[in-house]
């Protein structure tokens, strides 16, 4: 296992165990995080462990074209009351992310250093949020990071209104021009809008 330094560098992801852990350790600084990003690594961790890397193989994208919207989401797109935005309130979005409860979690991978780093992320430029709102509250939401090339790295989402994540998630997909939204990994909530495993190599040639 490659442990990290102060230096800010990251070992060939073809090192990644099997799991997709490429290294542990080192800092979550703004130059980190960009050069994890275009090399295919992510951090994720659990409060209390120090900082995990991760490159999985097979990776889980969106191809943006193959974004499957069902018929009655079609009618809750046109029908509904909810007002999308893009960037209007990233330390809310990314608050309520870390507070939303998921099935077979304990806690949140969230954390505040996790919280610190994002937002300073989104206040020089490469991250961004998408915000739901219903009757001027924040009821939905998703954030990642934009790795240029037309790559769109998404980190989570959250939704305490039905339908609240699906509607930021779709409007954000098909009003970007975006070539590839990379989730990381599987869900059966992204599988059933379209997204897809692909090779870690052909992930990284897109990258490229």
């Given amino acids: 296992?490659?442990?990290?330094?102060?230096?800010?560098?990251?070992?060939?992801?073809?090192?990644?165990?099997?799991?997709?852990?490429?290294?542990?350790?080192?800092?979550?600084?703004?130059?980190r995080l960009c050069l994890a990003y275009k090399k295919g690594i992510f951090p994720w961790f659990d409060q209390e462990e120090p900082i995990v890397w991760w490159s999985p193989d097979p990776r889980f994208v969106l191809f943006p074209e193959k974004l499957k919207v069902s018929k009655s989401m079609k009618q809750v797109l046109r029908n509904t009351d909810f007002i999308v935005t893009l960037n209007k309130d990233f330390e809310a979005v990314i608050e309520q992310c870390s507070k939303i409860k998921r099935d077979g979690q304990q806690g949140t991978w969230i954390t505040k250093s996790m919280k610190a780093a994002y937002v300073q992320m989104y206040k020089l430029g490469y991250a961004k949020s998408v915000e739901v709102w219903l009757d001027d509250q924040l009821v939905g939401g998703l954030y990642g990071v934009d790795v240029g090339n037309g790559i769109f790295c998404g980190e989570s989402m959250f939704s305490t209104v039905s339908n609240a994540s699906k509607v930021g998630f779709i409007s954000f997909v098909q009003q970007s021009d975006y070539k590839l939204i990379d989730c990381q990994i599987y869900t059966n909530h992204l599988e059933s809008l379209g997204a897809e495993d692909i090779s870690r190599a052909e992930f990284l040639s897109y990258l490229d």
């Fill in 1 to 31: 296992m490659h442990f990290l330094n102060k230096d800010i560098e990251f070992p060939d992801v073809s090192t990644a165990s099997k799991e997709g852990i490429v290294a542990i350790g080192g800092d979550l600084s703004p130059r």
